[in-house]
């Protein structure tokens, strides 16, 4: 059962229990309503109390019912909360823990609210692109007052229960208990103390104005328009708060509910949807239980204090894990350890972190020039120069030194980690950990499972990295992972458009226009192209059938590598970021057209988001087809905590899918015909080919 009932002394209590955080899922839902009504039906009853078993009084939706039939199924959350209203008993909802989307809509229906301190308390549907859409709206206003309501709806973000129950005038909680373990008793004795109440209270029949009307919501629609960055949800926020105060009750559900069933119709609620399913389902390995236990890590070594190293290091020390950093010679560890203080100092300055903290946090920092200091660590990740000499001698020595059962991690972003693995003795123990530069602020983790790597490793590390607030995507071994190929292609696909008469800043522009972060030529100058370049030459020698634009080698050959030579695709003025269009570099690729004999022609900005989009979906298809990504939501997960990709897009799977595989294999076949362009780029990935014809999607 997802709900018990139980009577004590002449109080009912009705438990909702759907771990992990009672979930209004429908086998809830129609517990709850029995329960209800056999409560009512109870004449020894006078009065019941709904609540939450373990961790949660409820979370709202059951995520394991998205986009399923059940989740409309009656009861639904709008029957429940009218049934509650409607008890002929006093119905108390005692809140705790967790009170959030669904769970305080049905806590706004209930006669009365008390609620323990520390309650997270939110409707986060915002977040989903979407609105409260079982009275939150519509409720929460008239118990909360306008513009705190409108606060909570609009930000999503929860707000704890003592904080609620300070706002002046507030009816959201008739009590409070003195804490989460008296809540019980408490509610029981404040249940008896309203057993015989009438005419029972409803938040429906509160007023619900706000004192400057129209003003008022004229200053929130301006202010909210202005942030929402082109979602829909947060404007209709305010318009359902709005009709609130200005429509009678019943007319106002209505107008939510139009709003909510509109919202969940938007590309841009279906795809943040679709990131926070993609986003739990990337932390799960098919084939990695909740059976296999995890290694303890409580302490970590990080080879090579350099860009990356000092960054992971950050990591675990904001964690609370000691770190211990190794480099060859002191004046590296020296250089290390200062840009981590120097990071921190940045933090302290500007209120980010308390300066105890950053004490705190340097104290767990310590370096070392010899291996043998490393043998108690629990894990160690290597950040060494990216040279398959230099990675052997580094596991060799590791192999040596390190622990039984101690994890060997790399941060190779494109060598071999199954090669890595066979330096050592222990390939079970090695994994790839591909951190993204700056890796203590990018929220990106590749984890690459080489062919030998534990399942218990596995869990280790993908646990470690929720520890450590990261995003982890598990990737196969393939060179580039799975990111940094696919980037590849899109850079490719970048170079063929300046040949054929785009600018970087035209080229920059419409993909910004599309809503990533960055264009590739901005990205590449941020990054430094010099490493692009390496990454040419090998291939130049490995696929010397592959086509490749020249330009990017030859603004390479002028030192241009980006903003860490002040210049690169862009001028940059000393200490500065902002990119200015460089008259050196658009002649440049104007004379190498020339030598080419292209003439250039107009390329508009839909040509150019399709070029560079597809060629990353047709990349991906490959990618999962091989089985280098398990799940076409992990290549999502990648593209948009680590590369830019538009969120309300919903990563390039997602996008893809939105457009219609067909549509994609179609224009795929167009820029085929494209002379300038390599017609084998575009043959479609046959995992794209097959679901294009079948009308299917990627999953
Ligand atoms: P870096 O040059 O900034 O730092 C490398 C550090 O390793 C240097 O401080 C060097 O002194 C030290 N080192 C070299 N050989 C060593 C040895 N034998 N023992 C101990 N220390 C040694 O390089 P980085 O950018 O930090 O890259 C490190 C690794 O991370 C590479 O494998 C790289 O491919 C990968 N990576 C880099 C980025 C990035 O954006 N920079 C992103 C992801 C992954």
């Not at 078993?53 to 909360?81: C, H, M, R, W, Y």
């Not at 020249?550 to 210049?567: I, M, S």
């Not at 990119?579 to 080419?596: C, F, Q, Y």
Request: proline letters at 5%; a positive charge.
């Amino acid at each position: 059962m997802t709900a018990q009932i139980q009577t004590h002394g002449n109080v009912a209590v009705i438990t909702l229990n759907n771990p992990p955080v009672n979930g209004l899922g429908y086998a809830t839902r129609l517990a709850v309503t029995e329960h209800l009504a056999a409560a009512n039906a109870d004449a020894a009853v006078k009065a019941i109390i709904i609540t939450g078993a373990g961790k949660a009084f409820s979370g709202g939706a059951d995520i394991k019912e998205f986009g399923l039939p059940t989740a409309l199924q009656e009861p639904n959350l709008l029957s429940l909360i009218l049934a509650v209203e409607n008890s002929a008993k006093p119905v108390v909802a005692a809140i705790h823990s967790v009170c959030m989307g669904g769970g305080l809509e049905l806590a706004l229906g209930c006669h009365y609210r008390i609620a323990a301190p520390g309650t997270n308390v939110a409707l986060p549907e915002v977040k989903l692109g979407i609105l409260p859409g079982a009275g939150g709206t519509q409720r929460l206003p008239r118990a909360l007052g306008v513009e705190n309501a409108l606060n909570m709806i609009v930000s999503g973000e929860p707000v704890k229960s003592e904080l609620l129950a300070m706002a002046p005038g507030q009816k959201l909680f008739d009590k409070m208990a003195a804490s989460a373990e008296s809540l019980a008793a408490e509610a029981l004795a404040f249940a008896q103390s309203v057993a015989d109440a009438r005419p029972l209270p409803l938040v429906r029949n509160l007023p619900c104005k706000h004192p400057l009307g129209d003003a008022y919501f004229q200053f929130a629609r301006n202010m909210v328009g202005g942030m929402a960055k082109g979602y829909p949800a947060p404007l209709k926020c305010v318009a359902a708060v709005e009709a609130a105060t200005k429509k009678k009750f019943d007319d106002g559900m209505a107008f939510e509910r139009e709003a909510f069933v509109n919202l969940m119709w938007t590309p841009e609620s279906r795809a943040l949807r679709h990131l926070f399913m993609a986003e739990r389902a990337a932390s799960k390995i098919a084939d990695v239980g909740a059976d296999v236990t995890p290694r303890p890590v409580s302490s970590l070594a990080v080879i090579g204090a350099g860009t990356m190293g000092g960054g992971i290091a950050m990591n675990f020390l904001n964690a609370g894990i000691p770190v211990k950093m190794l480099e060859q010679k002191q004046d590296a560890l020296d250089r290390g350890v200062a840009t981590i203080r120097k990071n921190y100092e940045a933090q302290v300055k500007k209120g980010k972190l308390k300066a105890d903290k950053y004490e705190q946090r340097m104290a767990l920092l310590t370096t070392t020039l010899d291996y043998a200091d490393l043998k108690d660590a629990d894990m160690v990740i290597e950040a060494v120069f990216e040279e398959m000499g230099v990675k052997e001698k580094v596991f060799k020595q590791l192999d040596a030194v390190m622990k039984p059962g101690a994890i060997l991690a790399s941060n190779t972003s494109t060598l071999d980690v199954d090669l890595i693995a066979n330096f050592t003795k222990r390939p079970q123990d090695v994994v790839g950990t591909h951190f993204f530069s700056p890796a203590n602020v990018m929220k990106l983790l590749e984890v690459v499972r080489g062919k030998d790597t534990a399942k218990d490793v596995m869990a280790t590390v993908m646990g470690l990295a929720k520890k450590i607030k990261k995003t982890a995507v598990v990737s196969g071994v393939c060179d580039g992972f799975i990111g940094n190929r696919m980037i590849e292609q899109y850079s490719r696909q970048a170079g063929f458009l300046l040949e054929e008469g785009c600018t970087p800043q035209q080229v920059d522009k419409a993909v910004e226009k599309f809503g990533f972060a960055m264009g590739p030529f901005r990205m590449g100058d941020l990054a430094g192209n010099d490493i692009g370049w390496a990454i040419r030459k090998r291939r130049y020698t490995e696929k010397p059938g592959m086509k490749y634009s020249k330009t990017a080698d030859l603004l390479c050959e002028l030192g241009r590598y980006g903003q860490k030579t002040g210049a690169g695709w862009y001028d940059y003025q000393a200490g500065k970021r902002d990119a200015i269009p460089s008259e050196l570099v658009n002649t440049l690729i104007a004379d190498h057209r020339k030598t080419l004999g292209i003439t250039p022609r107009k390329i508009g900005d839909e040509e150019i988001v399709q070029r560079l989009v597809y060629s990353l979906v047709n990349e991906a298809a490959h990618i999962l087809q091989e089985g280098i990504a398990s799940k076409s939501g992990d290549i999502d997960m990648v593209y948009l905590t680590g590369y830019g990709f538009p969120i309300y897009r919903g990563g390039p799977m997602n996008y893809a899918n939105e457009v219609g595989l067909f549509n994609v294999v179609q224009a795929m076949k167009r820029f085929a015909q494209n002379p300038l362009d390599d017609a084998s780029f575009w043959q479609p990935a046959p995992l794209l080919a097959k679901l294009a014809a079948e009308g299917k999607t990627f999953q």
